[in-house]
């Protein structure tokens, strides 16, 4: 259905060539709905205003599509890459091969580099497309979230200037946001749809059609997220004000920094004498200044705004902590909203982390089994989702966690990055209420990255962590019918230490080996 025939291609024959007229639109995704009196009445109960109103025809310019983004006859597609414009992925080298070696030249000599979140373009050269623009995505890092959410706005927003510079129609546009560079997939999507949105809102007549083109990891995610901001009927309208995220950006869709925003008083305190007519006056300036320098700017107007946000920070750096802390306590709960909401069954059945009883103290005790987490094809995020929601009702006390690192090989052990963005993205009560951290079976490997995790990282968990030759050792703290072991782990630990083992305890106390 997408393909056609070459000759009718104006940019020359190809084998295979998606063409815009032949894709679906988004307000062609759904039926319209029953009656237009189910409409009225729907929309006489409604006591909310969305930000993201029902635009028919702003909905017949947005096309969700999946497949190789050099097979589109459009007039420019975005290619994501790095700041040395070296990237090298399968989407770079078919966009290479296909484009010929102009391409690789033009950049080498002209473009160079290009910083991220900006965005250059260049010529398609032998591509379908008349025209390239390249533009580079952040680096995602929990620590500066923020940053990141602005470098993306900005990536989406320079690419649109460019379309609107260039005159380009029909635009192929690429997930900036990849998984590559740690970035959600999910929060990505918000910031590239919203900022879409709000573009096309202002500038719409200047546009025929912008693709979102994804893959299969990203698809799901997209069509989830684009009723949010492109509702397809009043219905889906309503329905989606729940679950709009708190930022939704401003009139250009770029995520609101409320301590970055210049703060004015609601009610500047005017001179009496210009209470009547100081809207209707023109300020010479050059008066105004001079009337600072005789002592009196505290009268003016101007004078009645705060102090910029950087001086205050300065001032009061505790307030710098307290943001932090209030965006870190944001970024879980809406982790946690998803975690209760989404199917984690996948995750839940490879029975890699579970509840067990309790340790000799009540403490619940959760068990983590090291072989059973297939860290390299997994989906780590929905890991992360899964955990939140078997432990957010167990953090609220003192716990245990007993991790079984038994035959964990290269394959089970998730990147050290990612652990560093889970520890950071966590609530602090999951720190403060961990008593004990047992490693079963340790590796010198494992010691050495549990050392150096816990010096570098996580600091304030040091002193929990304590490695375990054998299984028996438990047993000091936690009894056996309260423990759930996996049966290689029981062979195993008869393999390395026989079947009964002296275990030299203190009453209290845990050795360390």
């Not at 062979?491 to 390395?496: L, S």
Request: proline share 6%; glycine share 6%; hydrophobic share 35%.
């Amino acid at each position: 259905m997408m393909e056609e025939d070459g000759s009718q291609d104006p940019l020359g024959a190809r084998d295979h060539v998606v063409y815009v007229d032949n894709m679906t639109r988004w307000n062609f995704t759904v039926l319209p709905l029953a009656s237009d009196d189910d409409s009225q009445n729907h929309s006489e109960s409604e006591e909310k205003v969305s930000p993201f109103p029902w635009r028919n025809d702003l909905n017949n310019k947005i096309i969700l599509w999946s497949g190789d983004i050099t097979e589109l006859s459009v007039h420019a597609i975005v290619h994501s890459t790095n700041e040395r414009m070296t990237e090298r992925s399968s989407v770079t080298e078919t966009l290479y091969t296909k484009a010929g070696p102009k391409l690789e030249a033009e950049i080498k000599n002209n473009i160079k580099v290009c910083k991220t979140g900006d965005a250059k373009i260049s010529e398609g050269f032998d591509l379908l497309s008349r025209y390239v623009i390249h533009t580079v995505g952040p680096r995602y890092n929990v620590k500066y979230v923020t940053a990141a959410e602005g470098a993306l706005f900005c990536s989406y927003r320079n690419v649109l200037q460019l379309v609107r510079e260039n005159s380009i129609r029909t635009l192929g546009l690429c997930c900036v946001h990849s998984g590559k560079r740690g970035y959600p997939p999910k929060e990505g999507a918000h910031i590239a749809i919203r900022t879409v949105r709000r573009f096309l809102e202002k500038y719409g007549s200047d546009v025929d059609a912008i693709i979102f083109v994804c893959d299969d990891g990203t698809y799901n995610v997209y069509e989830e997220v684009l009723p949010l901001y492109f509702p397809r009927n009043p219905q889906e309208e309503q329905e989606s004000l729940a679950h709009l995220p708190e930022d939704i950006g401003d009139d250009m869709g770029e995520p609101v920094i409320p301590e970055r925003q210049i703060r004015i008083m609601d009610k500047p305190i005017y001179p009496k004498s210009d209470d009547r007519d100081f809207d209707d006056k023109t300020v010479d300036l050059n008066a105004e200044f001079g009337k600072s320098i005789n002592g009196t700017v505290g009268q003016h107007p101007f004078a009645s705004m705060q102090a910029d946000p950087d001086t205050q920070k300065r001032l009061n750096p505790r307030s710098d902590v307290d943001m932090k802390k209030v965006e870190a306590r944001k970024r879980y709960e809406r982790l946690l909203k998803r975690a209760r909401t989404e199917d984690l069954t996948d995750i839940a059945s490879l029975r890699c982390l579970y509840r067990t009883g309790q340790d000799r103290f009540g403490r619940p005790v959760i068990v983590f089994v090291g072989r059973n987490f297939p860290a390299s094809t997994v989906d780590l995020e929905k890991a992360l989702l899964y955990a939140i929601r078997l432990l957010d009702p167990i953090v609220e006390q003192d716990y245990v966690v007993v991790y079984f690192h038994t035959h964990t090989s290269g394959q089970n052990l998730p990147p050290m990055n990612f652990l560093k963005n889970v520890y950071h993205i966590l609530d602090h009560k999951y720190k403060k209420n961990l008593k004990s951290f047992y490693v079963v079976h340790p590796t010198w490997w494992s010691k050495f990255a549990t050392w150096f995790f816990t010096t570098f990282t996580a600091s304030d968990i040091k002193q929990k962590v304590h490695s375990l030759k054998g299984v028996q050792y438990l047993y000091a703290k936690i009894n056996p019918d309260q423990l759930d072991i996996p049966s290689f782990v029981l062979d195993y630990d008869i393999k390395e230490n026989g079947p009964r083992y002296c275990v030299p305890f203190e009453e209290g106390t845990v050795e360390e080996l």
